[in-house]
């Protein structure tokens, strides 16, 4: 294949990528990877390295409209990056060390959770657990506007909140994606933070997540400007034009389609690392 | 503290990472069209793995292939530039936590500024 047949197949797989992964709510990254490695047979640390930029583009180009309608917690954010941060240099640390085939098998597995997590519905009710020491301390809790006017919360079990947090950003770094599912459980089931903070803070901190693993990418050479740049371009793209389709309508049947083929790509990742074809 | 300050900055922060993207995208596409112009009929194959030629793994490196105008140079100059967003986001968090006299949250910002510059640019 040459460059201009390559660039523009690329280019179209990341955009519908990119676009399905908007409006999911899973995000592009970690649907680019299969689709490159599966479709295209591209290897799999050139598939990471291009959607862990990826990752950065749709995070930073999706904030603005976030922080806009006020739900992002700036504190909570900023602290529980130290952790993912931290977490996502022993990822990518640990990616050049395992074997090619065991990161296809753990991406299928990775995979296959953020389908189940995004199948679910989000919770209703906002309730809080026991007062935290430490988020006074740190000043965690909040307010965002509900409707009737501004809701007030509080969060709790920081510690086991920012232990979670070293983990998503871990797997952040390990497989090149935003690992935005771990990050909500993190805050919404540990923390007790409401769903639409979790959401739109763990969004904010996706971008500052991924560029702390993207340097050490570039170093070791995983980042291929070939092919990082029509899968930038591409997964941007399409994600725009999914966060616009999301807020027209929520399309139930195509989140549920969506969910099939995502799962099944989980189980080729999977089953190609196993046959040692990844 | 001021929750109007705070709500101020988010949004001046959410803008500034809008820009940034736009820029390093614009960035990325000017390599685009001088790489598919150029040398479009080069193969492109990624099924097997050699790490990326070394002008373009090094911030050095990379800016220097940019400025002779390389093609994916210029890409990767893009590439870093969206790298580089998100870390401009944490700095000026820094200085307006600074301005807030915000101690803890200076405390904080410094150290997540810190990962990320020791892994941009310390050679892993």
């Known amino acids: 294949m040459t460059l201009a047949q390559f660039a523009p197949i690329v280019f179209g797989i990341s955009a519908v990528a990119g676009f399905l992964g908007a409006l ?63 977490g996502a240099i022993v990822g990518a640390t640990l990616a050049a060390k395992t074997p090619t085939s065991a990161l296809a098998i753990i991406f299928g597995f990775v995979l296959l959770h953020a389908a189940w997590e995004s199948s ?48 998503a950003g871990a797997v952040s770094g390990l497989l090149g994606i935003g690992s935005g599912a771990l990050k909500v459980i993190a ?18 901190m996706i971008g500052v997540t991924a560029a702390a693993s993207a340097g050490i990418y570039l170093h070791r050479g ?27 309508a929520r399309p139930k049947v ?3 389609i969506f969910g099939v083929v995502v799962a099944i790509m989980a189980v080729e990742m999977i089953l190609n690392g196993f046959r040692g074809k990844i | 503290m001021a929750d109007s300050n705070d709500a101020r ?25 001088c790489l598919l112009t150029g040398q479009s009929h080069e193969p492109a194959s990624f099924q097997s793995f050699q790490a990326a030629p070394k002008d373009y793994r090094s911030l050095s490196g990379v800016i220097a292939a940019a400025a002779r105008f390389d093609c994916r140079g210029v890409i990767q100059l893009g590439l870093l530039l969206l790298i580089a967003t998100p870390i401009a986001r944490v700095a000026f968090s820094l ?30």
């Open chain 1, 187 to 204: 805050m919404d089931r540990a923390m007790r933070i409401p769903f639409k903070v979790s959401t739109t803070t763990s969004n904010f």
């Open chain 1, 24 to 86: 999911t709510g899973l995000g592009g990254g970690v649907v680019i990877t299969p689709a490159l490695t599966l479709l295209l047979g591209v290897d799999i640390r050139y598939a990471i390295g291009a959607s862990l930029v990826s990752v950065i583009a749709t995070s930073s180009g999706a904030a603005a409209a976030y922080v806009r309608e006020g739900f992002s917690n700036i504190r909570i954010g900023m602290f529980l990056e130290i952790a993912t941060t931290i």
């Open chain 2, 9 to 33: 900055l988010e949004q001046f922060i959410g803008r500034l990472l809008q820009v940034g993207v736009i820029f390093a995208s614009v960035v990325v596409l000017i390599g685009a069209i």
């Open chain 1, 120 to 167: 679910k519905q989000p919770p209703r009710n906002s309730r809080s657990g026991p007062p935290d020491r430490l988020a006074a301390t740190l000043k965690l809790d909040g307010s965002y506007p509900a409707d009737g006017g501004i809701k007030q919360y509080s969060v709790t079990r920081v510690k086991a909140g920012f232990g979670l947090m070293f983990i």
């Open chain 2, 95 to 124: 200085v307006a936590f600074a301005l807030e006299r915000d101690r803890i949250y200076v405390i904080v910002t410094a150290v997540v500024l810190g990962i990320l510059l020791f892994s941009l640019l310390f050679e892993h």
């Open chain 1, 222 to 248: 995983w980042v291929e400007p070939t092919l990082a740049m029509p899968v930038m371009l591409g997964v941007l793209s399409g994600s725009m034009l999914g966060a616009r389709q999301l807020i027209a």
């Open chain 1, 254 to 256: 195509l989140r549920r």
